[in-house]
């Protein structure tokens, strides 16, 4: 009698895990994924990003997933905060990697992180990126860092991507000569930086000196940086009246 009872309770606790089991299957369910911070994709591209397998379609076990670090690693993407609003719904706040300017080759647009790393090409130029333009072979897969024939160059536009965004200088566009000189566009300004291995003493400077031809409304012209030694003088070529203004880095 008492051999019939254990197998009765057992076979009563096997049936209450499992009904536990297909209530947390059903009523845990993921019905809607939302996702915000997301620039690349669209919503519903980035819901598939994480509802790629049965465990991430089920909130509990994606939660656990989430602890254990097992949730999508997306390239592009620096990191993110998962919440869980209901039951059905996962929330997810993308931080993504962010585009700091891109090259312009031929006829593509590849746009770069700041450590080099391709985040996106196109055909046609994306709006307020501002671009490097060269003539030096350049070849690349989405979410690599960029090749080019000549890494010194590279190591150029690397350097000096890194060096606007630490300085927060607003800029158009570099074009590179056959020397791999670098001239800097920004407004009706052009900016001869010559060719160097690290830019920081020059957009250092630059970044006070944009702010006092903006203050000044010095107009359109060519600023000559390609021998620049801190504190030094930096002339200023007035295009129209070809004449030149001497002023001291602020």
């Known amino acids: 009698?008492?051999?019939?009872?254990?197998?009765?309770?057992k076979w009563w606790i096997?049936?209450?895990?499992?009904?536990?089991?297909v209530f947390c299957i059903f009523f845990?369910?993921?019905?809607?994924?939302t996702v915000e911070g997301n620039t690349f994709y669209s919503q519903e591209q980035m819901a598939e990003m994480f509802q790629t397998n049965v465990f991430e379609k089920n909130l509990l076990t994606f939660w656990l997933m989430d602890k254990l670090s097992l949730t999508p690693k997306l390239d592009f993407v620096r990191e993110y905060?998962?919440?869980?609003?209901?039951p059905n719904e996962i929330h997810i706040r993308l931080y993504e990697k962010t585009i700091v300017a891109g090259i312009a080759y031929t006829n593509q647009y590849i746009y770069f992180d700041k450590d080099g790393m391709v985040l996106?090409?196109?055909?046609?130029?994306?709006e307020n990126i501002p671009l490097f333009e060269t003539k030096s072979l350049v070849t690349f897969t989405l979410y690599n860092k960029i090749q080019m024939e000549d890494e010194s160059l590279l190591s150029q536009i690397m350097n000096l991507?890194?060096?606007?965004?630490?300085?927060?200088?607003?800029?158009?566009?570099?074009?590179?000569?056959e020397n791999n000189e670098a001239f800097l566009y920004i407004g009706d300004i052009q900016v001869d930086l010559g060719k160097k291995t690290n830019y920081d003493e020059q957009i250092s400077a630059l970044s006070s000196i944009l702010e006092t031809a903006e203050r000044e409304n010095i107009g359109a012209g060519?600023?000559?940086?390609?021998?620049?030694?801190?504190?030094g003088t930096v002339i200023f070529h007035k295009r129209e009246e070809q004449q030149n203004t001497g002023a001291?880095?602020?």
């Open 161 to 177: 991507a890194n060096l606007f965004q630490h300085y927060q200088i607003n800029w158009d566009r570099v074009q590179f000569n």
């Open 28 to 33: 845990f369910r993921v019905k809607k994924v």
């Open 120 to 126: 996106q090409s196109t055909d046609k130029p994306l």
């Open 14 to 21: 096997l049936l209450a895990v499992v009904l536990i089991i």
């Open 81 to 86: 905060e998962v919440s869980y609003p209901s």
């Open 248 to 250: 001291k880095e602020k």
């Open 222 to 231: 060519e600023i000559d940086m390609t021998n620049y030694t801190v504190k």
């Open 1 to 9: 009698m008492a051999e019939i009872v254990r197998k009765h309770k």
